[in-house]
């Protein structure tokens, strides 16, 4: 397949891509809208084709999704297996995703901080499995607390509120898979061997 018919491909898929991304979080086109600062009929538009992205359309969306905008659009990639990391801060926390896959299973490492950070418990579709790699943290969920060190892992259920964030005296690194389809990570046990 050559270059152009790449691109070609990867411009044609915009529109399908925008849908799937905004279905699978579970956003309407008003939340997007209001999130990306335009109207729901453009997103609309630009989902079913009716319009041509352009970047001032599609910069405010990969913001409001929390993408780069090639993992927005799908752009080709010509052969470069990398994953470009891109730190992001999001309440307080540095975040660095680890993968490229827009609405499937999501894998970030984080460094969570130090200072006091307020339990404000969420809940949400899917599930997630948690590995601490160095630190120690804090992991609410429901009516459990616990205290997770480096080398041990939760995997929970997204829809029972939850909290997770550093305990200690020094910044906790973890990594993070999350399925919004509500899949659970599955490790075998002893008791799973045949």
């Not at 609309?44 to 319009?51: A, F, N, P, V, W």
């Not at 659009?73 to 993968?99: H, K, S, W, Y």
């Not at 499937?104 to 809940?123: D, H, T």
Request: hydrophobic content about 40%.
């Amino acid at each position: 397949m050559s270059e152009h018919s790449d691109i070609a491909n990867a411009l044609a898929g915009i529109g399908p891509r925008l849908n799937r991304i905004r279905t699978q979080r579970g956003f309407t086109l008003q939340e997007v809208a209001e999130r990306a600062g335009t109207s729901a009929s453009t997103i609309s538009r630009l989902e079913s084709g009716q319009r041509r992205a352009s970047l001032e359309l599609l910069f405010p969306l990969a913001r409001a999704y929390g993408l780069s905008l090639d993992d927005l659009v799908g752009a080709p990639e010509f052969g470069d297996p990398r994953v470009r990391l891109r730190p992001l801060q999001r309440n307080g926390r540095v975040v660095i995703p680890l993968t490229r896959n827009p609405g499937a299973v999501q894998a970030w490492k984080m460094v969570l901080p130090v200072e006091p950070v307020p339990v404000e418990l969420q809940r949400h579709d899917g599930s997630e499995w948690l590995y601490v790699l160095s630190g120690s943290v804090r992991l609410i969920v429901g009516d459990r607390d616990l205290v997770l060190g480096a080398g041990e892992v939760a995997d929970f259920d997204t829809r029972v509120p939850h909290w997770f964030g550093a305990t200690g005296t020094a910044p906790a690194e973890i990594l993070s898979l999350f399925d919004r389809s509500g899949a659970r990570a599955h490790l075998p046990e002893a008791s799973d061997a045949v």
